[in-house]
C-alpha cells in the first residue's frame, strides 16, 4: 500500500564458534543457575581460521558482545562478525588492510545463547541474561587485560539492548567496563508486552539509571516494516525528547545512507548494507579513540564519538532537535567528524583570488566565489514577528565529483580529489583571507537521480544498486548559517576541475555540480488534510522577490516546513503537480532529476524519492515516525519536505526555464490521507487493544445486564442506550485525559496513548471493534459446546449430567470439624501446598481456566435438557478467563523453558502469589459443584456490583493497552466480590417455605388407636406403592427392549419411530374359536382297498372377497418382539391405573385418602 520493499542484500559468511563457557565458569566461580543455563560462543570466519595459523595471535584484539533478543539465536552474531573481519584484514587474512593499519587490532566478536529464551515477557529472564551479560563482560576484560583499561562494546537485538542497559544497574556489574552500546530494533521506551509488573520495574530501573561514564547508545530502528514491535519505542529522540541527548544517538534504517529502506525485525541483523556500516563504525571508532575507557567516557570524547558515529551510518542532521544541532556545532571544527580543518589555512588577497589554491598543476580548473549574502528584509509571510533565526542563510552544495579518499566510509571511495570547498574568513587588519577546506566529514551521500523518461527501472530503494559507489552517489555539503556565523564565514569558495571524466569516479555519468544560499529556515506551510479531503499548497509558498537570497544564487535545496503534520498514524500521499510555465521552451529532458526527501522533525526518520518526473504528476506516498502513541509530546514537531532542483538548464540553450516567474518545476503540491495504510498503521500500534479491550466490554455488559445471559447483554452494547454508552465512555476518558487528568500514571500512557484531541474518535472505534470481537469469540464458544452437546447426546447419552441442586445453608461448625478430620482434606491440601509452591501462578490461572471450562460444558448440557439457569454465571465467568488466559500464556513459556534448563533452575525462578490464585480457584471450585447458588439482591450489593464492575472496565480502558498488567488486579477483585456473593446468601436466614394453614390440634382428643391404625395404613400403603413401581419399571425396561428388537427385525435405524405402517390391526387380533361343520364326506368301498373321500372341491370365481380377519393373513403379522413389548407395555399400564388391581398404587391411596376424611368428620363430630 505504502510502495515499500525490503531492500537488503544478503549476506555471506562461513561461519564456526569456539565455546568459551567452561572457562567462564572456572574464571567467575559463582553459585547461580544462569551460568549453567547460558554459554558464551565466540565467532570464527572458518575459512580464515583454517588457512591463517596466526588467527590466533591478533596484535591487540577488542571484544565486542553480541546479545541476541528475545527468542533469539546467539548465531546471528554472524553477519556483522564476518564483516568486520573482512573489513580488517587483506585478501589473504595476513596483515590488515590498508585503509585499517591505524586500528589498534581487530575486533573479536563473541556472542551469548541464551537459550532461545523469551525475555520479553518476563522480568526476571532479563534479569538473570543481564547478570550473565556481566560476568561476561569481566571474562572478556581478564581475557584481553594486556590492552589496559579497555572497554568492551556492545551490540543488542531487540530486547537484547534492555539487557545490557539493564546490566548496568545490577550490584555485579564491572565499573568502566561499557562505553558503547548499538541497539537493534529495541523497544527504549516501554516494554512491548506489557503482561508483566516485573517488566514495568525493569524498565522504571534502567531509565531511572544515571551515571557519568554512561555509555553512548546508538539506537537503530527498523521503521514501518517491523510489525513484531512498533519502531516508535526505539526512537530515543521521542522517548528522552532533548534529555542528556550527548548520550544517545537514534535513527531508522529509512534514514541511513546507501540503505534507504525499511528492515523487517530480524532482518536488520544481517541486512548487509547495515552490518557493513556498523562493523566498520566499530573499527573506525577504536581507531580515532582507542579503546581505553577513562579515554572514550570523558564527555569531550563522547560528544565527538557520537557525531562520528552519526557521520558513518550517514546521518543528516536537519531535522534533528535544536539541542543535537548545538552538539553537532560544537564538535564541527575538532575531532574526526570536523566539517571544516581550522588550523589548516591557506591565504588568499581576497574572495576574488580566483587563481586555484589546490589544484595548482591542473588544467581546466574552475574557481568560483560567493560571498556571503545580507539578507534584505524580513519576509513577507512571517508578518514581522522575525528573528534572527528567521533572516538567516545557508549553504547548499551537491556534486558527484570526487571529495577525495573517505576510507572511513568505504575503502572503495575513489582516491582522487576533483573538487575542493573553502569557507574563508577575514583575517582582521591584514588585509586577507584565511580560507579554510572544508572536510569529506562535512558531505552527507544521496542517492542518484536518473531521469525516468531515461531510465528502464528506477525503483528505489533496490539492493542491486552499490549506493555508496560514486556512479550511484550524490554528495551534499551543507553549512547551517549557525555555524557559519560561529566561524564567521564571509565567503564560499569552490574549485573544482571541469573536465573530471578521466577520472576514477565517472562511470558514464554527466557530471552534477550546484551549489548556492538557501534559507536556513523552511518556509511554513500551514494545515493537515482529513480524512475526507485534501489539503493544498502552491509552491514556493512565497514572492520569490521576498527571498532572503537572490534567486540567481539561489541553492539547488527548497524545503518547506508542514507543522500541523507529525504523526505516526497516519500515511499520507503527497502529490507534486507540474509547473506548465516550465514548458513554454519545450527543453530536453534533464541531465538528473529533481528529488525530495521528507524528514519527521521529532524523530529523523527520513523517505528520499530520486528520479521525479517533471512532466506527469507525482504521487509520493509517505509514512513517517513522528508523534506518536504512548510516548511524550515532542518539542519539535512536523515534517520536512526538501526538494533539490539538480539541473535549472544553466550555462545551455534552455537557461531561461526557470527564472523569478517559473522557479520550480512544480506549481502545488497536494496532500491527501492514505486511509487504507493508516489503517494498517492503528492495527500495528493498537493490536494490543484488542486483546485487553474484550474484558472492559465484558465488564461493561456485566454492569448493565447483571441478570442476562452473556449474549443478550453484548447485543445491548450494540444498539440502544448501550452503544451510547460503548461509545461516549472512551471519549469521556479522552477528554479527561486531554484536560490533565494523569490518574497515578503519566498522561501519554493512559487510554488510546495520545493527549490531543486529534484522534478523539480512535477510542469509541476501538470498544466497538473489542465488542464484536467479544461478542464473536462468544459465539465460538457456545457452538463449540452445542457441538460437543449434540455429540454427547447421541453417542454417549449416559454421560449427559443432572440437574443442579440447591445449596441448603452454610456448613454448621461440627461438619467443619468433620471435614478437617478426613485423611481427604489433608491431602488435599497438601496437595495444593504443593502446586501453590512448585507451580507459578500462572499455571494455576490455567488450571483453573481448563476446569470451569469442563464445568461450564457440563452446565450447558443441564441447560439444554432442563433449561437450568446457572449455565449463564458459569459463561460469564469463562468468557473473563478465556480473555485473562492470553495475558498469562506467556508466562507459562518462560517457566517450561526454565524447567527445560534444569530442575533447580525451574524451582529458583517459580512466581507464586497465593492472594492471585486462591481466591479463584477457590471459586472455580463452587462453580464446580453442581449447585445452584443464589445472589443477594439487597440494595447494597447491587450497587457494590456496579461499582466493582464498573471499576473493572474503567481499568481495563485506561490502563489495559499500556498496563496491560493492572487488569488482573482488577480482576481478581471481581473474583473476590463473586465469592462474597456466593457466601454470604448462605449465612443470611432464607424466607419461611410456603405453609398451608393447619387447624390447631392440641386441644384434639384423637384416640391412639386410630393414631396408630392411620400409620399402619400409611405404611402398608408406601410398601404396596413401591412394589408396585418396581414392578412397573421392570416393565417398561422390557418394553423398550423388546421394542428395540423389533426395530432391528424390522431393519429400522437408530431414532426411528414405529408408526401406523408397523402398529396396525395386526396388533389388535385375536384368537378365537368357531364349530366347525358336522357334514363328512362318504366313504366309498370296493373290492380292494378302501379309499377316504374328500370334500368336493367348489372352484372360486375371481371375483369373490378374501377374508379381511388379520388372524388369517399370516404373511402380515408383525414380529414376536413387537407383541412382546405391547404385552409389557400393557402391563405396565395396568399396574397403575387399572382400580381393579389389588396392587395399583391408585386404589391404596385412593382407600387411605377416604379412611383420612372419614376420620376428620369423626373428630369434627367429638368436639362439637
Known amino acids: 500500500m505504502l510502495h515499500m520493499r525490503m531492500e537488503c542484500r544478503m549476506s555471506r559468511m562461513y561461519p564456526a564458534y569456539e565455546d568459551h563457557s567452561e572457562q567462564l565458569r572456572d574464571y567467575t566461580r559463582s553459585s547461580s543457575p544462569v551460568m549453567k543455563k547460558y554459554s558464551l560462543r565466540e565467532y570464527r570466519e572458518m575459512n580464515a581460521y583454517m588457512l591463517n595459523p ?9 571484544p565486542i558482545l553480541f546479545i541476541p533478543g528475545n527468542a533469539g539465536s546467539f548465531a546471528q552474531v554472524r553477519s556483522m562478525a564476518s564483516s568486520a573481519f573482512y573489513q580488517y584484514w587483506n585478501r589473504w587474512f595476513e596483515v590488515p588492510s590498508d585503509d585499517m593499519q591505524d586500528v589498534p587490532g581487530p575486533t573479536a566478536w563473541f556472542s551469548i545463547d541464551f537459550n532461545e529464551d523469551f525475555s520479553a ?45 539493564l546490566a548496568l544497574t545490577l550490584p555485579n556489574t564491572e565499573p568502566s567496563s561499557i562505553d558503547t552500546i548499538v541497539t537493534l530494533s529495541t523497544p527504549h521506551a516501554f516494554p512491548p508486552v506489557p503482561f508483566e509488573r516485573s517488566m514495568e520495574q525493569v524498565y522504571a530501573r534502567i531509565n531511572a539509571y544515571k551515571n557519568d561514564t554512561m555509555p553512548l547508545i546508538v539506537s537503530i530502528a527498523g521503521g514501518i516494516l517491523d510489525t513484531q514491535l512498533s519502531s516508535d519505542a526505539s526512537s530515543l529522540s521521542l522517548f528522552e525528547d532533548g534529555k542528556a541527548p550527548e548520550r544517545s544517538l537514534s535513527t531508522f534504517t529509512t534514514a541511513l545512507a546507501s540503505l534507504w529502506s525499511s528492515v523487517d525485525h530480524l532482518a536488520i541483523v ?35 564519538r557520537r557525531e562520528f558515529w552519526r557521520f558513518m551510518l550517514g546521518l543528516s542532521d536537519d531535522a534533528a532537535s535544536l539541542t543535537t544541532q548545538r552538539l553537532a556545532l560544537d564538535t564541527s571544527s575538532n575531532g574526526p567528524a570536523a566539517k571544516v580543518e581550522m588550523t589548516t589555512r591557506f591565504l588568499a588577497s581576497d574572495s576574488r583570488y580566483l587563481k586555484p589554491l589546490v589544484f595548482m598543476d591542473t588544467a581546466d580548473i574552475q574557481v568560483d566565489v560567493l560571498d556571503f549574502v545580507i539578507p534584505p528584509g524580513p519576509r513577507q509571510m512571517y508578518n514581522g514577528n522575525t528573528t534572527d533565526a528567521d533572516e538567516a542563510l545557508a549553504f547548499e ?106 577520472l576514477p569516479s565517472r562511470e558514464g555519468v554527466p557530471t552534477i555540480l550546484t551549489y548556492g544560499w538557501t534559507e536556513d529556515k523552511p518556509l511554513n506551510l500551514h494545515g493537515a488534510p482529513g480524512w475526507l479531503r485534501s489539503r493544498t499548497w502552491a509552491l514556493p509558498g512565497i514572492n520569490v522577490t521576498s527571498l532572503l537570497s537572490s534567486y540567481v544564487e539561489h541553492g539547488p535545496l527548497w524545503e518547506w516546513n508542514l507543522p500541523d503534520m507529525d504523526s505516526s498514524l497516519l500515511a499520507y500521499t503527497f502529490t507534486l503537480f507540474p509547473a506548465p510555465c516550465a514548458h513554454r521552451l519545450d527543453p530536453p529532458p534533464p541531465r538528473i532529476a529533481p528529488m525530495v526527501r521528507f524528514l519527521s522533525a521529532s524523530t529523523g526518520d527520513a523517505r528520499v524519492f530520486p528520479s521525479l518526473h517533471t512532466h506527469t504528476r507525482n504521487d509520493l506516498r509517505v509514512a513517517l515516525h513522528g508523534t506518536a502513541p504512548f510516548m511524550r509530546e515532542p518539542t519539535h514537531r512536523g515534517t520536512r519536505m526538501q526538494l533539490w532542483l539538480l539541473d535549472d538548464y544553466r550555462n545551455t540553450s534552455y537557461n531561461g526555464t526557470f ?80 484536560f490533565g487528568a494523569s490518574l497515578g500514571a503519566p498522561r501519554h500512557t493512559l487510554g488510546i496513548g495520545i493527549t490531543s484531541m486529534s484522534f478523539w474518535w480512535l477510542g469509541p472505534t476501538l470498544s466497538v471493534l473489542a465488542t464484536s470481537l467479544a461478542l464473536l469469540v462468544y459465539l465460538v464458544t457456545e457452538a463449540a459446546m452445542h457441538v460437543l452437546y449434540v455429540a454427547v447426546r447421541r453417542f454417549v447419552p449416559r454421560f449427559l449430567p443432572s440437574n443442579s441442586t440447591h445449596v441448603p445453608s452454610w456448613p454448621t461448625r461440627g461438619a467443619w470439624i468433620t471435614w478437617l478430620q478426613q485423611r481427604s482434606t489433608w491431602g488435599t491440601g497438601l496437595a495444593l501446598l504443593g502446586l501453590f509452591v ?175 391404625t392411620l400409620w399402619e395404613e400409611y405404611l402398608a400403603t408406601l410398601e404396596a406403592y413401591l412394589h408396585v413401581h418396581a414392578q412397573v419399571e421392570e416393565a417398561l425396561k ?64 375371481s371375483g369373490a372377497s378374501h377374508d379381511s380377519d388379520p388372524v388369517a393373513q399370516f404373511s402380515g403379522l408383525p414380529p414376536p418382539a413387537l407383541r412382546a413389548a405391547q404385552r409389557s407395555f400393557q402391563r405396565a399400564i395396568t399396574l397403575l391405573v387399572d382400580t381393579n388391581t389389588a396392587q395399583a398404587a391408585i386404589h391404596t391411596v385412593y382407600h387411605l385418602k377416604k379412611k383420612l376424611e372419614a376420620l376428620e368428620d369423626d373428630i369434627l363430630q367429638r368436639r362439637s
Open 1038 to 1101: 422390557d418394553g423398550f427392549f423388546q421394542l428395540t428388537r423389533a426395530k432391528m427385525t424390522m431393519s429400522g435405524t437408530f431414532g426411528q419411530r414405529t408408526g401406523r405402517d408397523v402398529y396396525n390391526e395386526h396388533m389388535s387380533a385375536q384368537v378365537r374359536f368357531a364349530q366347525a361343520g358336522t357334514e363328512t364326506a362318504p366313504a366309498s368301498s370296493s373290492s380292494g382297498l378302501r379309499r377316504r373321500h374328500g370334500r368336493e372341491s367348489i372352484p372360486v370365481s
Open 397 to 502: 552544495l551537491i556534486t558527484n565529483l570526487s571529495l577525495g579518499q573517505m576510507r572511513d566510509l568505504s575503502p572503495n571511495s575513489p582516491r582522487g580529489a576533483e573538487i575542493v570547498v573553502f569557507l574563508c574568513t577575514h583575517a582582521g587588519v591584514v588585509p586577507l583571507e584565511r580560507c579554510h577546506p572544508a572536510l569529506m566529514n562535512g558531505a552527507q551521500p544521496l542517492p542518484f537521480s536518473p531521469v525516468p523518461e531515461t531510465t528502464i527501472n528506477t525503483a528505489f530503494p533496490n539492493a542491486k544498486i552499490q549506493y555508496d559507489a560514486p556512479s550511484a552517489t550524490l554528495m551534499r555539503m551543507h553549512f547551517p548559517a549557525a555555524f557559519l556565523q560561529q566561524h564567521e564565514i564571509s565567503a564560499v569558495r569552490v574549485e573544482y576541475i571541469k573536465q573530471a571524466n578521466s
Open 121 to 165: 515477557f518476563h522480568g526476571k529472564t532479563l534479569e538473570d541474561q543481564a547478570y550473565y551479560v556481566n560476568e561476561v563482560v569481566r571474562y572478556l576484560r581478564a581475557m584481553y587485560s594486556k590492552n589496559g583499561n579497555m572497554s568492551v562494546g556492545i551490540v543488542g537485538h531487540s530486547m537484547g539492548g534492555i539487557v545490557a542497559r
Open 659 to 738: 527564472d523569478m516567474n517559473c522557479p520550480l518545476p512544480y506549481t502545488h503540491v497536494r496532500a491527501s490521507v492514505h486511509w487504507r495504510a493508516s489503517m494498517a498503521l492503528f492495527v500495528l500500534r493498537y493490536r494490543m487493544a484488542l486483546l485487553t479491550w474484550p474484558l472492559g466490554i465484558l465488564a461493561l455488559a456485566r454492569a448493565l445486564q447483571p441478570t442476562a445471559p452473556p449474549l443478550d447483554a453484548m447485543l445491548f452494547l450494540m444498539r440502544g442506550r448501550g452503544l451510547l454508552m460503548l461509545i461516549l465512555g472512551p471519549l469521556a476518558l479522552h477528554v479527561c485525559v486531554f
Open 838 to 1012: 512448585m507451580l507459578p501462578y500462572q499455571v494455576l490461572i490455567l488450571l483453573c481456566v481448563m476446569l470451569h471450562i469442563g464445568t461450564t460444558c457440563r452446565s450447558y448440557m443441564v441447560y439444554r435438557e432442563s433449561g437450568a439457569l446457572q449455565f449463564n454465571e458459569h459463561a460469564w465467568l469463562m468468557q473473563f478467563l478465556l480473555w485473562l488466559v492470553p495475558l498469562q500464556a506467556p508466562m507459562l513459556v518462560v517457566w517450561v523453558r526454565n524447567v527445560h534448563a534444569g530442575i533447580v533452575m525451574g524451582l529458583a525462578r517459580i512466581e507464586s502469589n497465593v492472594l492471585i490464585v486462591a481466591p479463584l480457584l477457590w471459586l472455580i471450585y463452587l462453580e464446580w459443584l453442581s449447585s445452584v447458588w443464589h445472589r443477594p439482591s439487597t440494595f447494597y450489593f447491587t450497587q457494590a456490583h456496579y461499582a466493582v464492575y464498573g471499576s473493572m472496565t474503567l481499568c481495563t480502558l485506561i490502563y489495559g493497552i499500556r498496563y496491560s498488567y493492572a487488569i488482573l488486579d482488577a480482576f481478581l477483585v471481581t473474583v473476590v466480590f463473586e465469592l462474597v456473593n456466593r457466601i454470604v446468601p448462605l449465612y443470611q436466614a432464607r424466607p419461611p417455605p410456603e405453609t398451608i394453614s393447619m387447624r390447631d390440634v392440641s386441644m384434639l382428643a384423637v384416640p391412639p388407636s386410630i393414631t396408630d
Open 270 to 304: 544481517w541486512c548487509d548494507q547495515l552490518r557493513a556500516r556498523i562493523a566498520r563504525s566499530f573499527l573506525r571508532d577504536y581507531a580515532y579513540f582507542g579503546s581505553d575507557f577513562a579515554h572514550r567516557t570523558r564527555h569531550s570524547i563522547r560528544d565527538q
Open 54 to 62: 596466526l588467527y590466533d595471535r591478533p596484535l591487540s584484539p577488542i
